[in-house]
């Protein structure tokens, strides 16, 4: 013990990554020549309160080991990623580049039983204005303006909107193996976007309807042997759904309600998109003799269109 004592005195060390055998000297000083754990561990050339906290350690886990590596070993729980699972995980991106963590987990919970794995929360954004003391008194006085009326989303709303989509719709994102490309295959590189809108309530599906994108315009022919100026072509019409479009759906909508009388007092919700909020829509509104209702916007309902029939 005394050349181990005096080799690790003259080696000089960087990290404090102790070898076995300053383990077994601090042991025998500590065990047999009943020092403390200071001195012992200062003859042994480990940090003191590294040994003092070994010598707590031992003396409350008796089946502890101190001659397995140590290095994140306290308080962590064994790793459920284990070889299998890396692999299962390379085929899955393999197949599918762009799939999400989320589609990982599922598989995962799915092909390995009794496999659970956490995911961290997302977070939500809320900008500041949705709490302001004028936003939460606007939300105050509307939700009791509106608990006094006979509104029931169960029984007597009608929930309008739109959504977009093109047939090569996939996440921004994907994976791949290190040092190559992560490429998704899809019909075409450039798609047109088509808009279905909708018209539901808690009694089924009230309208529905697919919005399809505007056609090419025509080709203007050119005489090319009379030096006429070429006529300018009109100015293209909007490839999206705007207001418009919107107004119409929403007649259709209206229409179909007028053949049913159990649908007679119904309320119209929509959000607070732009293409809602028109004056035009108001207008409309009124001619077809209903009421209209504007929310405060963090409740997300701009437009709530009473419809109220025969009560003049």
């Known amino acids: 013990m005394a050349e181990l004592e005096s080799n690790i005195a003259r080696s000089r060390k960087t990290y404090n990554i102790y070898s076995?055998?300053?383990?077994?000297?601090?042991?025998?000083?500590?065990?047999?020549?009943?020092?403390?754990a200071k001195?012992?561990?200062?003859?042994?050339?480990?940090?003191?309160?590294?040994?003092?906290?070994?010598?707590?350690?031992?003396?409350?886990?008796?089946?502890?080991?101190?001659?397995?590596?140590?290095?994140?070993?306290?308080?962590?729980?064994?790793?459920?990623?284990?070889?299998?699972?890396?692999?299962?995980?390379?085929?899955?991106?393999?197949?599918q580049p762009q799939?999400?963590?989320?589609?990982?987990?599922?598989?995962?919970?799915?092909?390995?039983?009794?496999?659970?794995?956490?995911e961290s929360q997302r977070v939500t954004r809320h900008p500041v204005a949705r709490n302001s003391e004028e936003t939460r008194i606007k939300r105050k006085e509307g939700v009791e303006?509106?608990?006094?009326?006979?509104?029931?989303?169960?029984?007597?709303?009608?929930?309008?909107?739109?959504?977009?989509?093109?047939?090569?719709?996939?996440?921004?994102t994907a994976r791949s193996a290190k040092g190559t490309p992560a490429i998704v295959t899809t019909p075409s590189t450039h798609a047109v976007s088509h808009t279905i809108l909708g018209a539901i309530s808690a009694m089924g599906v009230v309208n529905i309807e697919i919005r399809l994108p505007?056609?090419?315009?025509?080709?203007?022919?050119?005489?090319?042997?009379r030096k006429r100026k070429q006529p300018q072509p009109k100015k293209p019409a909007s490839k999206g759904t705007v207001t418009g479009h919107y107004m119409l759906f929403l007649q259709k909508t209206m229409n179909f309600m007028d053949q049913y009388p159990e649908?007679?007092?119904?309320?119209?919700?929509?959000?607070?998109?732009?293409?809602?909020?028109?004056?035009?829509?108001?207008?409309m509104i009124q001619r077809e003799d209903t009421e209209a209702f504007t929310s405060p916007p963090p409740i997300h309902l701009s437009s709530i269109l009473s419809r109220i029939f025969g009560l003049q």
């Open 145 to 172: 303006k509106w608990s006094q009326t006979d509104m029931d989303y169960l029984s007597n709303f009608v929930f309008v909107d739109e959504s977009a989509f093109d047939i090569n719709m996939r996440p921004s």
């Open 99 to 118: 799939a999400t963590r989320k589609d990982a987990v599922d598989s995962l919970t799915a092909a390995f039983e009794g496999f659970s794995l956490k």
């Open 214 to 225: 505007n056609l090419k315009p025509k080709r203007i022919k050119v005489d090319g042997s």
């Open 20 to 36: 076995d055998e300053q383990k077994a000297l601090f042991l025998y000083l500590l065990r047999f020549k009943f020092l403390k």
């Open 39 to 95: 001195p012992a561990a200062g003859r042994a050339g480990i940090n003191a309160r590294t040994a003092q906290g070994w010598v707590k350690r031992m003396d409350n886990d008796l089946e502890w080991e101190i001659y397995g590596k140590l290095t994140n070993k306290v308080n962590r729980a064994e790793s459920q990623l284990q070889e299998e699972h890396k692999h299962f995980l390379i085929n899955l991106f393999d197949e």
């Open 263 to 283: 649908m007679k007092g119904f309320y119209i919700v929509m959000d607070n998109a732009p293409i809602h909020t028109a004056d035009d829509i108001d207008e």
